[in-house]
């Protein structure tokens, strides 16, 4: 019926078979002039509304955009429609025209031209708007519709063009004229619809952003990143070269969003909780009820014990509740944010998944049709050719879908790590102190780098939770079709499987939590190793700690054997499975009845159909997996940021109150429902006050400020603060940044006001000693800072900040006395910058309280008296008490205030003097004991012995400023391609004959695979040769026989060849290691001071890891993909010889684009890893210094800065993700070629061809885009990670120290005087730097005891240095008792000296251990030194005695305790030269003294040399050497040198030493 009225309406035959049953097959003009008319212009109206959108808007019309490419396109469109007005006017002519037949001309003639016309007016109004569309540079639609016009327009154009030849004439020459100029508009047309059309005004942000000028064609083929590649192929990338990111894909804009969404999931998953407590609540309460009805019923007779039991339940109860009360917080609510948040690019990926996944079953059911074409050789080859055309446009489709697919899961996962990490950030601003203390500073660092890194690889294939399922059912659904019932067979061996690998999977995942204890413990020891390097050297303990490193190595390569070994098994399990599918299949198939012939057709489309299957069933439990480790992230990140904030209305700001500061009656807790830690504070402080705070340890000064601050919850009363606010606190928090950025923190730079504040707060000589002065990088946690500097940096940035109320908590405690009195002078006293302002100072120091206004007298949380330092005095209250006990002392010991710190100015400048210990001021003595232990520990912890060598170097040299600038050179980032012998080196590391012998096997296994594929294609001929025939059961069974031994064969060599290279890696693994370990412990000292520890840790930790777990695997899949694509392309030439012609230009372009790609792609890699640290850093930094910040109400800066540091890493993150994109879209055409071209010379080659070998090459070539995408991706890792085995191998060759052991061993009893001898001894640190030490002579008697004092950098240490040959001698020699020390080995010279070193540095282990660790002495030799050192006592009691675990760092000991071990250790070696490199502030006066005395008492008969930095502690040596810039300037007994009144005087002086209390000593 529809066929007759459309026969009508065209006037011609609508359909008839005979036009496609012969050799030139045609299509009817009725189909040309309807369907294919219908389909593009169709197309155009429903895709009309969305483009004429911007019309409706009411917007300025821009003229701006009007540009050449707008004009040209609208041109052709407008002399489209005056064609198909040409074409109505022609049929109107014809029928209505002088000339008219009386015959009318069909519909079609009519209707054609008019839709024509409206379609091109439509198209007019389309460009204009699009042109008026925001941002918008071409239109995806109309791109379309031009390329289905003219792909439809070919139909009609060859119709015309033979009919014309066929005649030898043109029949209707106004039609033909007419169709061929609009054909020919319409590829102009089509053509400058793939042009972008880029406005003036855009042309920069394209230059930033090429994929905002990146057209419809260019952004489905990814070419606008061409640049990109070949930039990056050109030279190395940097950050520098990274392009802007769209706006949808900045953190500011998915934060913005994310934030949005989860305020409100969160809100209601709150409420959901109240009322989830409160039906508790009401359910626990009537229990109670019900209970006490129960017991009013006993009446009264309840015995006391009853009553006892009750209230024990009632304890556990509440004890129940609170830890309920713990665990709930708002569940729940995660997920959906995410999902509302991204929905719109969740669809968008799940529509081209869709697609993709039906189109992976075209081809399968082409290849059939292609196969039983090959077998009929009556049939027509146009049919052949195309099949094999659409063999490529269904290749090509499923591949443009697949990259937009993976495209936005790639970056859905980005932006939501991106929104995670930006919340995150967010909320530990606004944390409240009971969310803070749940989790660390660790933990809270790790949510952001681990669980949002969870999260960005769920969200990558969440999409295969319902594809996987799609997947699998259609597959089984086809299969049935083609083999029926035995389908079920292959699937039974498929499920089978599934268990195998999940035990496989459980056992492995066993041993790699094994596998991770032992790394835990071997970089715990390699962390304390190079952090105590310099005490190991002195001590010559590299052996012992080398052989703790190898048997812990030794227990890991243990388990990574037994690892590599179940990988193997694995591995085998997984090669046989296609091979045991089609295996059963096809023995089923063909044993269930005698009629089942397995035709080519049959077999070849299952094994497509299997390949497809295998991809599915891999990937679900692996995403499972994955899933449920999200799961648990999930809920650590809900409990986080379901936390509660602190709130800000605790402080007001009300402007009526006319006091600066007030507290009305205020009662303060840290937490929520804890008892109040300041009772009752009332306060009133008048603007421009200056109010100290004193009081005992603990009474709740520091917390009164927190208070302050805000960060303290308010159970009564209130707070009112006039103005802004500025914070030191009692720990300085140094940015890493330049000492500028520090103080200015944010404000803008005003030279003037900047000098002045660094000259009040005294950083004015500090500045000339640092090598770019106020520019120069301060290291993280001010690393190469002082503690005291450090203070007066944070006072600096406070002073600089101009706020109106200052609060100061302690500054002046970690600097020296003078430093102290200079601050208070210039800065905070009554005279200093901040005169004008309100300032609140908590302060331990009595001696500054004559100076302020008020003092307020904290005791235990309350205010117990305030008023002027005068009227407290006389009232004789607790503030009296508490300055009498310290008023008698400071009498007494007045001068002992400076002795404390003898280098004025300069002791602060380097961490030689340990400055950032606080100082022992004997004001406060007994309070400080307690205080201060404490942040000694911290401080102590943070401290490297080793980095007094560096400083000590800066400030002798300001070498060229430029590379001065910072502290530690950056690590040098591997560019280009990397070097061929570094691949040899691993080899060699692996062993040549396993190379060889892995080779070999893994090539046997590709034969075994080339062989079953031929023997199957030769098994479907029996089909066509047995046609009609029984088949013989024997010819059957010899058939499944050799199959199935093919396919365990393949599987047995994987298994050898696996089995044999994770053997060879264990191996290659162990030799590289032991070197790396070998080399670093014997590379010199000045290694250790310019390479950060955890430059080297980091080649123990991740490089190894790396060359343990990733390179093995790689190499293993490299090979194998290697050789399956060359077992592809040897089964396509075989089976079509002419395969060879396309292979070698193919094998080009792969080349090319595989270079292009891995160059690029590497550097992504390293500038991504590279970009990432500066976030952790930041974050790390941030939630250290939250008060800080929070109290100058710097929050926002941070988030911006937050902001703009997860940009920089997600700019190169993205253009990973668009790198990947770009090679996997161009060799997956290349792989749609291969696929091509085999169709096209199987069809060609039909005549001569078996349909086994058809089915065979086709069904190949279709697996093998996979197979290059994955060789190319494998490169490009291995690539990458093989820069570990260059890594590692730099630090195996650095240069080493001296030998160990060398042939002159001196004798057992040397040194036996103890006589030490310098003769004109030279010493620089490096070649390039200037003498430290400049011609030393001096000649030291043995049991002489000498005391070798000098200003900082005067080379103290140097000289103890040069005697351990820590650094070389540049000239002359040093001997003791006459042999030279340089002509023997450095472990037979450190052996026979002993040092006590400045801080004490110890080891985790036992007690045993740190004090000998090479047990060559007795429980009684250990017994006794204890003894002496006066730590028996404490030892005894300790419950493992001897074997007691110190904690890394000795953590578990207090500093004395630590320092008393020091000297137990000296004492076990008893050597006739101690060298003694004394601790200043880090002990106590009473642990000093009884060191002191042991040393004068046990050490009387051994030459002494003591480092003093405290004069009193030497003035009773023999003599004393002064040095001054490396030279000795003066060197006599201290009588001697006081009446010369030279040097030595007048530090003695500094020191508060005068002659006569010199004498009294």
């Avoid at 409706?56 to 052709?76: D, E």
């Avoid at 006072?795 to 102290?820: I, M, Q, T, W």
């Avoid at 069974?1037 to 264990?1066: E, H, K, P, S």
Wanted: glycine residues 6%; proline residues 3%.
């Amino acid at each position: 019926m529809c066929a007759a009225a459309l026969e009508e309406y065209c006037g011609s035959v609508f359909w008839n078979a005979s036009y496609l049953d012969r050799d030139d097959p045609d299509l009817p003009i009725c189909v040309e002039q309807t369907v294919l008319v219908w389909i593009p212009l169709g197309f155009m109206w429903l895709c009309a509304p969305w483009n004429l959108m911007p019309l409706c808007r009411r917007s300025q019309v821009n003229k701006k955009h009007w540009t050449k490419l707008y004009f040209c396109k609208q041109l052709v469109v407008i002399l489209l429609f005056l064609t198909a007005i040409g074409g109505l006017t022609v049929t109107l002519v014809e029928d209505f025209g002088p000339n008219s037949s009386g015959k009318k001309s069909p519909a079609v003639y009519y209707t054609n031209p008019v839709l024509f016309a409206v379609t091109w007016i439509l198209l007019l109004l389309c460009q204009e708007g699009l042109r008026r569309k925001e941002r918008a540079v071409d239109s995806a639609s109309l791109f379309i519709f031009w390329l289905l016009l003219v792909l439809c327009d070919i139909f009609p154009f060859q119709t015309l063009l033979r009919e014309a030849l066929r005649l030898g004439e043109v029949k209707d020459i106004p039609r033909f004229s007419l169709f061929y100029i609009s054909f020919g508009l319409e590829v102009i047309a089509f053509i400058l619809s793939a042009v972008a059309d880029i406005p003036q005004d855009a042309k920069e942000l394209v230059k930033k952003n090429p994929e905002a000028g990146a057209t419809f064609m260019s952004r489905i083929t990814f070419n606008w990143f061409n640049s990109m590649v070949v930039k990056g192929y050109q030279s190395p990338l940097v950050q520098e070269d990274m392009w802007d990111l769209n706006e949808v894909d900045n953190t500011a804009y998915i934060g913005q969003r994310f934030n949005h969404h989860m305020q409100n999931e969160l809100g209601l998953a709150r409420i959901r909780l109240q009322n989830k407590l409160k039906n508790n609540l009401i359910q626990n309460q009537e229990k109670e009820v019900k209970e006490d009805s129960l017991s009013d019923c006993l009446g009264k007779g309840v015995s006391q014990e009853v009553l006892m039991m009750e209230e024990k339940d009632n304890i556990k109860k509440k004890k129940k509740e609170k830890n309920k009360k713990k665990i709930d917080y708002p569940k729940s609510w995660l997920v959906i944010t995410i999902y509302k948040t991204f929905k719109w690019i969740l669809f968008e990926a799940a529509f081209f998944k869709l697609l993709q996944d039906l189109l992976a079953f075209v081809s399968p059911q082409l290849l059939k049709l292609m196969i039983s074409f090959t077998k009929q050789k009556s049939r027509y080859a146009w049919e052949g050719y195309l099949y094999a055309v659409l063999l490529l446009v269904v290749a090509i489709l499923q591949s443009l879908f697949l990259q937009q697919y993976v495209k936005r899961c790639f970056v859905l996962g980005m932006k939501v790590r991106a929104a995670l990490m930006a919340v995150i950030y967010k909320k530990a601003l606004v944390m409240s102190n009971d969310n803070r203390k749940e989790s660390t500073v660790g933990e809270t660092v790790n949510l952001m780098s681990a669980d949002t890194q969870r999260f960005n690889e769920v969200t990558n294939f969440i999409h295969l939770l319902w594809s996987c399922p799609l997947q699998i059912i259609v597959s089984i659904v086809f299969l049935w079709m083609e083999l029926g019932p035995s389908t079920l067979a292959g699937l039974a061996v498929m499920v089978l499987l599934v268990p195998i690998n999940g035990l496989l999977a459980t056992k492995a995942k066993n041993l790699q939590t094994e596998n991770m204890k032992s790394k835990d413990k071997r970089l715990k020891i390699m962390n304390e190793l190079l952090n105590g390097i310099k005490t190991i050297k002195l001590f010559a303990w590299e052996p012992s700690f080398q052989t703790q490193v190898e048997d812990i190595r030794g227990e890991e390569l243990k388990v990574m054997r037994k690892f590599a070994y179940l990988t193997s098994f694995s591995t085998f399990i997984s090669n046989c499975a296609p091979a045991l599918v089609s295996l059963a299949t096809f023995a089923v198939f063909v044993a269930v009845s005698s009629d089942n012939m397995l035709t080519a057709e049959k077999a070849f489309t299952s094994i497509s159909l299997f390949n497809i299957l295998r991809n599915p069933l891999s990937m679900l439990p692996m995403l499972i997996a994955s899933i449920v480790q999200t799961i648990v992230s999930k809920k650590r990140l809900e409990r986080f940021l379901g936390g509660d904030d602190l709130r800000n209305d605790i402080v007001r700001h009300d402007p009526s109150f006319n006091s600066a500061v007030s507290i009305c009656d205020g009662s303060f807790a840290w937490e929520k429902d804890s008892e109040p830690l300041l009772k009752n504070v009332s306060l009133d402080i008048k603007p421009g006050g200056l109010v100290a705070i004193v009081g005992a340890v603990g009474s709740g000064k520091s917390s009164l400020l927190s208070a302050l601050l805000g960060e303290m919850h308010c159970t009564k009363g209130f707070i009112n603060i006039q103005g802004s606010l500025a914070f030191v606190p009692q720990q300085a928090w140094i940015q890493n940044t330049t000492l500028r950025d520090n103080i200015l923190f944010g404000s803008p730079y005003e030279e003037r006001r900047f000098q002045e504040v660094l000259e009040a707060c005294a950083l004015g000589p500090d500045l000339k000693l640092l090598p770019a002065r106020d520019l120069t990088e301060i290291g993280e946690k001010g690393i190469n800072l002082s503690g005291g500097q450090k203070q007066r940096v944070s006072l600096a940035r406070a002073v600089y900040s101009e706020a109106d109320v200052f609060l100061l908590d302690d500054p002046l405690s970690a600097v020296d006395s003078h430093v102290g009195k200079h601050l208070f002078d210039k800065v905070i006293g009554p005279n200093g910058l901040l005169k004008n302002k309100t300032r609140i100072l908590v302060t331990h120091g009595v001696s500054f309280l004559p100076y302020v206004d008020e003092v307020v007298v904290m005791v235990n949380g309350q205010v117990s008296e305030v008023g002027s330092y005068q009227i407290l005095r006389a009232s004789k209250g607790v503030f009296s008490e508490f300055l009498d006990a310290y008023a008698k002392e400071q009498s007494n010991d007045r001068s002992s205030e400076e002795e404390e710190h003898l280098d004025t100015e300069d002791s602060e400048l380097c961490p030689d003097t340990e400055e950032s210990q606080p100082v022992f001021r004997l004001e406060d003595r007994v309070s400080l004991a307690l205080r201060r232990e404490n942040s000694i520990k911290r401080n102590q912890r943070g401290k490297r012995s080793s980095f007094r060598l560096r400083k000590n170097r800066s400030l002798k040299t300001p070498e060229n400023t430029m590379k001065g600038q910072r502290l530690i050179e950056k690590e040098t980032m591997e560019t280009g391609q990397v070097k061929f012998s570094v691949y040899l080196q691993y080899v060699r590391a692996m062993g040549w004959g396993n190379a060889l012998w892995i080779l070999l096997i893994y090539f046997t296994q590709s034969v075994a695979f080339i062989g079953q594929n031929l023997w199957l294609s030769d098994w479907t001929n029996d089909a066509v040769d047995y046609y009609n025939l029984t088949y013989p059961s024997w010819k059957r069974d010899t058939r499944v026989g050799v199959f199935g031994a093919l396919g365990m064969a393949q599987g047995l060599f994987v298994f050898l060849g696996t089995l044999l290279l994770a053997n060879a890696a264990v191996n290659a693994s162990q030799i590289l290691h032991l070197r790396l370990l070998n080399n670093i412990l014997r590379v010199p000292m000045v290694f250790f001071d310019t390479t950060p520890v955890g430059r080297i840790l980091n080649r123990f930790a991740k490089d190894i890891f790396t060359i343990d777990e990733a390179i093995p695997k790689l190499f293993s899949s490299w090979i194998m993909c290697l050789l399956g694509i060359l077992g592809t392309l040897i089964i396509l030439c075989l089976s079509t010889p002419f395969f060879i012609v396309v292979i070698i230009p193919l094998a080009v372009i792969y080349f090319f684009v595989q270079r292009f790609y891995i160059a690029t792609s590497r550097q992504l890699r390293r500038l991504e890893s590279i970009s990432r640290s500066p976030i952790y850093a930041h974050f790390g930094e941030t939630v250290s210094g939250l008060s800080v910040i929070r109290a100058y109400n710097h929050q926002e800066r941070f988030l911006k800065h937050n902001e703009v540091t997860i940009d920089e890493n997600l700019k190169s993150i993205y253009s990973r993700i668009m790198s990947n994109r770009w090679m996997a879209i161009r060799l997956q055409f290349l792989g749609n070629l291969v696929v091509f071209f085999a169709a096209l010379f199987a069809v060609i080659s039909r005549n001569t061809i078996d349909s086994g070998l058809v089915g065979l090459s086709i069904s190949y070539a279709l697996n093998v885009t996979l197979t290059l995408n994955m060789v190319v991706r494998i490169t490009s890792e291995l690539e990458t990670n093989i820069v570990c085995v260059e890594r590692v191998s730099e630090y195996s060759v650095q240069e080493n120290e001296a030998p160990w052991v060398t042939q002159h061993t001196p004798s057992e009893q040397w040194p036996e005087a103890g006589r030490i001898q310098f003769v004109d001894y030279k010493v620089r640190y490096r070649p390039e730097l200037d003498l430290v030490l400049k011609g030393i002579t001096c000649d030291i008697a043995g049991k002489e005891k000498i005391g070798i004092v000098g200003r900082t950098g005067a080379g103290k240490s140097s000289l103890t240095n040069c005697l351990f040959r820590i650094i070389e001698a540049a000239d002359g020699r040093i001997l003791i008792d006459g042999l030279d020390i340089s002509t023997i080995g450095l472990h037979d010279l450190r052996k026979r000296l002993t040092i006590i070193p400045q801080d004490p540095v110890l080891f985790s282990g036992t007690l045993r251990k740190n004090l000998d660790p090479f047990d060559k002495f007795s429980d009684e030799d250990m017994w006794r030194v204890l003894e002496l050192s006066h730590l028996k006592d404490y030892v005894t009691g300790l419950k493992e005695g001897l074997q007691h675990e110190v904690a890394e760092g000795g953590e578990n000991l207090s500093v004395g305790q630590r320092q008393l071990l020091c000297l137990a250790r000296a004492l076990l070696r008893k050597s006739r030269i101690l060298i003694l490199d004394e601790a200043t502030a880090a002990i106590d006066l009473e642990t000093d003294n009884l060191i002191q005395n042991t040393i004068s008492k046990e050490f009387s008969q051994c030459t002494v040399l003591t480092i003093a930095h405290r004069l009193h502690s030497i003035m009773d040596s023999s003599r004393v050497m002064v040095l001054d810039a490396g030279q000795i300037v003066e060197f006599d007994s201290p009588s001697n040198l006081m009446e010369k009144r030279g040097h030595f005087y007048s530090m003695a002086k500094d020191a508060g030493i005068t002659h006569n209390n010199f004498t009294i000593l």
